[in-house]
């Protein structure tokens, strides 16, 4: 019974189902219909379709262990290819002139994915908490109880972590570090020009 309820708490608090979610509320709320489905599907189409789709090919040929890509020379490789597409997104973004909390917020989440990849040379830092405390720093910029909610299921998603030996507690604390940093960097640079 722990096994699925850990199983659950992690597929929901999976990057590759959050931070989508996350962009195309938030685009659909603050952005006019045809420049939030632009943004969407630059975003969504340009780095988590492909990487996605990468990801479960490489499972199938036996590339990745599994969807987590949870074995640390694996997930280097892994990061590689996100990093770029992640970079090529950032550089659009900023070309275009997007909204500025948008272009800090994109420029924060590859910070924390080239953090993250130069971490994961000595420790495989926990990528959920690692984006789900970035992501709730991004929630707390636009709605103060929101932002508060979704860290709160920080332990939750740290426990599931473990529970289904993915991490141990180091690589949880330091993911969840990694996320923290990166989002108040986020805070920072949206308050201060």
Same mark, same amino acid.
């Given at each position: 019974?722990?096994?699925?309820? +850990? /199983?659950?708490?992690?597929?929901? $608090?999976?990057?590759?189902?959050?931070?989508?979610?996350?962009?195309?509320?938030?685009?659909?709320?603050?952005?006019?219909? *045809?420049?939030?489905?632009?943004?969407?599907?630059?975003?969504? $189409?340009?780095?988590?379709?492909?990487?996605? &789709?990468?990801? @479960? %090919?490489? &499972?199938? =040929?036996? /590339?990745?262990? =599994?969807?987590?890509?949870?074995? *640390?020379? *694996?997930? #280097?490789?892994?990061?590689? +290819?996100?990093? @770029?597409?992640?970079?090529? &997104?950032?550089?659009?973004?900023?070309?275009?002139? *997007?909204?500025?909390?948008?272009?800090? +917020?994109?420029?924060?989440?590859?910070?924390?994915?080239?953090? +993250? #990849?130069?971490?994961?040379?000595?420790?495989?830092?926990?990528?959920?908490?690692?984006?789900?405390?970035?992501? !709730?720093?991004?929630?707390?910029?636009? =709605?103060?109880?929101?932002?508060?909610?979704?860290?709160?299921?920080?332990?939750?998603?740290? %426990?599931?972590?473990?529970?289904?030996?993915?991490?141990?507690?180091?690589? &949880?604390?330091? !993911?969840?570090?990694? $996320?923290?940093?990166? $989002?108040?960097?986020?805070?920072?640079?949206?308050?201060?020009?």
């Amino acid at each position: 019974m722990k096994t699925t309820i +850990a /199983k659950f708490i992690s597929t929901i $608090g999976h990057p590759f189902l959050t931070v989508p979610l996350f962009v195309v509320f938030l685009l659909f709320s603050v952005e006019s219909t *045809q420049k939030a489905i632009y943004l969407s599907l630059l975003i969504i $189409g340009g780095i988590f379709l492909p990487i996605g &789709v990468r990801t @479960i %090919w490489g &499972v199938r =040929n036996g /590339k990745y262990t =599994n969807l987590d890509v949870s074995d *640390q020379a *694996q997930r #280097q490789k892994w990061f590689v +290819a996100t990093t @770029i597409l992640l970079f090529v &997104v950032t550089i659009i973004i900023w070309a275009t002139n *997007q909204d500025r909390t948008l272009r800090l +917020a994109v420029l924060c989440a590859l910070l924390l994915l080239l953090t +993250a #990849q130069v971490v994961n040379r000595r420790i495989k830092a926990s990528m959920h908490l690692a984006f789900h405390a970035f992501l !709730g720093f991004l929630i707390l910029y636009f =709605n103060w109880m929101g932002g508060v909610l979704f860290l709160l299921f920080s332990p939750l998603l740290a %426990w599931s972590r473990i529970h289904l030996k993915r991490h141990v507690w180091k690589e &949880v604390v330091v !993911g969840m570090v990694l $996320g923290t940093v990166l $989002g108040l960097a986020f805070w920072l640079l949206s308050y201060y020009p």
